[in-house]
Nanobody, 124 residues
């Protein structure tokens, strides 16, 4: 059974940094592309970042490009989202997800396995 568990969320001031982690179990991790999404109160879930199966190709939402970095460690079944220069509008529940797509999975429908989410709050 596939399980994704996020951690690393919290409260940070504007301009601060956080590093989210997503640890997978029950899967051959290197067979899955990984994505990060977020949902803010009253808004729909939105794409944040994507990594292909080996971390060689990444895609970012325009709103986070240059500030967020997605990486992965297949040896440890983990994916990470380094978030720098955080802004209040980055406040949301962040989810990691796994996709069997080879490349370019930027839509929620591309992903079948999801974590439970971790809260990120950026104070102004």
């Amino acid at each position: 059974q596939v399980q994704l568990v996020e951690s690393g969320g919290g409260l940070v001031q504007t301009g601060g940094s956080l590093r989210l982690s997503c640890v997978a179990s029950g899967v051959t991790f290197s067979s899955y592309a990984m994505g990060w999404f977020r949902r803010a109160p009253g808004k729909e879930r939105e794409f944040v970042a994507h990594s292909d199966r080996h971390g060689g190709i990444t895609i970012y939402a325009d709103s986070v490009k240059g500030r967020f970095t997605v990486t992965r460690d297949n040896a440890h079944n983990a994916a990470y989202l380094q978030m720098n220069s955080l802004k209040p509008e980055d406040s949301a529940v962040y989810y990691c997800a796994a996709s069997t797509a080879v490349y370019g999975a930027i839509y929620s429908s591309d992903y079948k396995q999801w974590g439970q989410g971790t809260q990120v709050t950026v104070s102004s």
